[in-house]
């Protein structure tokens, strides 16, 4: 727990988040993920940012082919704490293999960046890394730029960079060829 303004504030676990969904506390329409025991409220998706994350789903699953599932703004189980809603993610398997529960592993993680860019750089980053997610992607919709976040260390990455729309780049997971940056970007 900790104190903002003097008052405490409940932190919830996964499992309690995924009891008050299951039992309908909240509405159906709700945006909503758990990040570090806090349940916040997603930000609308625009149409910009929806062609974006339709463009980089379909650019990773040409891109890893067969054996891996890309799933799109799904609960992905980070860690006891935590069920973000990655705009896109790059697991391994397939999508009957996560019947039962949300993958808690990942290839590469990415989110698509407008009114979120600080979040996406922020908590998001941090609690990505601690995880131990060894790619982290943030397609950064306003600067038209891709930051590519490796090598995970504590609540960082060691390795950060950003790519111009002229840059290529090969994901650590696969072999495939490279990809423009400007094939994500709407």
């Known amino acids: 727990m900790s104190a903002v303004l003097g008052l405490t504030t409940h932190r919830f676990s996964r499992a309690q988040y995924e009891r008050m969904v299951e039992a309908g506390v909240f509405e159906p329409n709700d945006r909503l993920e758990l990040l570090d025991g806090e349940i916040i409220d997603m930000a609308p998706r625009k149409s910009r940012h929806a062609t ?7 650019t990773l699953r040409t891109i890893f082919g067969p054996g891996v599932t890309v799933r799109v703004q799904l609960p992905f189980s980070l860690d006891d704490h935590s069920e973000p809603e990655p705009d896109v993610a790059v697991v391994p398997g397939s999508p009957r293999d996560y019947r039962d529960a949300h993958p808690s592993r990942a290839f590469l993680v990415c989110e698509v960046a407008d009114t979120t860019l600080a979040y996406d750089r922020g908590r998001k980053l941090a609690a990505y890394a601690r995880a131990g997610i060894s790619e982290y992607w943030i397609l950064d919709l306003i600067g038209e730029t891709l930051e590519v976040c490796r090598k ?9 960079r950003a790519m111009s729309a002229n840059a290529q780049i090969s994901p650590l997971a696969t072999s495939g060829p490279p990809i423009e940056v400007r094939e994500l970007l709407p």
């Not at 994350?53 to 379909?58: A, K, P, S």
């Not at 995970?152 to 950060?160: A, F, H, I, L, V």
Request: charged share 25%; no cysteine; aromatic share 6%.
């Open 152 to 160: 995970p260390e504590g609540g960082g990455y060691t390795e950060r």
């Open 52 to 58: 974006a994350v339709t463009l980089v789903g379909d």
